[in-house]
């Protein structure tokens, strides 16, 4: 049991659960149904298994040397090759978990996964590093939407806001961990730019995704399209404010990204009526 729960904490299980039930809540809202949702589940989910165990696996020794307790690999619970195999089996299983939706939506979810791979290794630690995110996360949604019957091209918005979400989650997600990371070895986009570079980033990425979500669908913007690009634009600024005057571990931009990223998601999940 303690080796079983080893392996899917080294899978990175909360964002890849987090982006699993985000893509499975859009395709509800686009019209998926019955057995059509439990598979985008699952099919969204290996990519996610796919890209956790992976990076695991390629970090072993990294994070031997320094020491990482919080990486199961380092602290003995599972062996490196064990969670290989897991990241290998889950990278074979996406095409083969999306070939129900057709041949279009399982060419774009194993290119989604692929891209995403490609931030373990070789984009992880160079000035690229936020590309596969863009790339990945603008054909989740493009993925859901052409699963539907017919296979229904994406709209350009869903996909640009998908993509900027993906971009901004980089820089946010990076935020409280920057020196950390950097001491072991990790030197990606983010870890460039310094944690002001990174906040500012991360800023501007994510209203872009909530100012897109709100004014790109056909119509005029809902009431909870205008709060929402409201409280992005007060949020932003507040965190920016809040970590400028704080002392000690600055968490106060990162949190306010955390809440724009969470309207955006909602956002995004509540467009699929508009899909």
Request: aromatic share 8%.
């Amino acid at each position: 049991m303690a080796r079983a729960l080893a392996v899917i904490k080294a899978s990175h299980p909360e964002p890849g659960l987090a982006v699993t039930v985000a893509m499975t809540l859009l395709a509800i809202g686009v019209g998926h149904r019955g057995w059509a949702i439990a598979g985008i589940f699952l099919a969204v989910g290996a990519t996610q298994l796919s890209v956790g165990w992976v990076n695991d696996w390629l970090d072993a020794a990294r994070d031997r040397h320094t020491g990482r307790p919080d990486k199961p690999i380092a602290a003995g619970a599972v062996s490196r090759r064990t969670v290989g195999i897991a990241g290998l089996i889950a990278t074979l299983a996406v095409p083969v978990l999306a070939a129900p939706f057709g041949l279009r939506p399982t060419a774009i979810l194993t290119v989604a996964s692929l891209v995403a791979l490609s931030y373990d290794w070789p984009l992880k630690s160079t000035v690229f590093s936020v590309v596969p995110y863009l790339i990945a996360f603008g054909l989740l949604p493009a993925f859901v939407v052409t699963a539907l019957p017919g296979h229904p091209a994406p709209p350009a918005w869903l996909v640009t806001a998908g993509a900027l979400l993906g971009g901004g989650a980089h820089f946010a997600n990076v935020l409280p961990d920057l020196e950390d990371d950097a001491a072991t070895g990790v030197r990606g986009l983010p870890h460039r730019l310094g944690a002001t570079g990174s906040a500012f980033a991360a800023a501007i990425l994510l209203l872009g995704a909530t100012l897109t979500l709100v004014f790109g669908p056909g119509g005029p913007p809902s009431w909870a399209g205008w709060a929402a690009a409201a409280a992005a634009v007060v949020v932003l600024p507040l965190g920016w404010y809040a970590q400028r005057r704080a002392t000690g571990r600055r968490v106060a931009m990162f949190r306010a990204v955390i809440v724009v990223a969470l309207i955006d998601v909602l956002l995004l999940i509540f467009s699929g009526r508009v899909v």
